[in-house]
C-alpha cells in the first residue's frame, strides 16, 4: 500500500511563505511524475504543479513566478516552495504521485494539507 504524507501547511499572511513536502512511502522508480494539486471549498481540486521524471516542471498560471516544485529520488519527497501567498491561495492542498507518468494510472494521492492565507 502506497501512503503519501504531507505537511508543511498553515496560517501565513498575505505575501508570506510556506513549504510544502510529501513524503512517499516506497521507491518511487525513474518513471515517476509527482504534483501538487489543490482544492478551495465549492471548487473542484485543480493543477498547481507537476515535475516529470526528468525535472520538467509545469505550473498553473495563477502561481507562476511564485511557487517552486522540486523533488529529491534519493529521498522519495516531493516540495512545493510557495513565495508571496495571496489570499486566494487559500485551500486544502494534495500530493500526487504517477508511477509510470503524468497521465498514466495508477495514481495515488496524499490526505490533503491546509493552507490559509490571511489578508
Known amino acids: 500500500q502506497v501512503q503519501l504524507v504531507e505537511s508543511g501547511g498553515g496560517l501565513v499572511q498575505a505575501g508570506g511563505s510556506l513549504r510544502l513536502s510529501c513524503a512517499i512511502s516506497r521507491n518511487i522508480g525513474s518513471l515517476a511524475a509527482m504534483g501538487w494539486y489543490r482544492q478551495a471549498p465549492g471548487n473542484q481540486r485543480a493543477l498547481v504543479a507537476t515535475i516529470t521524471s526528468s525535472g520538467i516542471s509545469n505550473y498553473a498560471d495563477s502561481v507562476k513566478g511564485r511557487f517552486t516544485i522540486s523533488r529529491d529520488s534519493a529521498k522519495n519527497t516531493v516540495d512545493l516552495q510557495m513565495n508571496s501567498l495571496k489570499p486566494e491561495d487559500t485551500a486544502v492542498y494534495y500530493c500526487?504521485?504517477?508511477?509510470?507518468?503524468?497521465?498514466?494510472?495508477?495514481?495515488?494521492w496524499g490526505q490533503g494539507t491546509q493552507v490559509t492565507v490571511s489578508s
Open positions: 500526487k504521485y504517477s508511477p509510470y507518468g503524468l497521465t498514466m494510472e495508477p495514481f495515488y
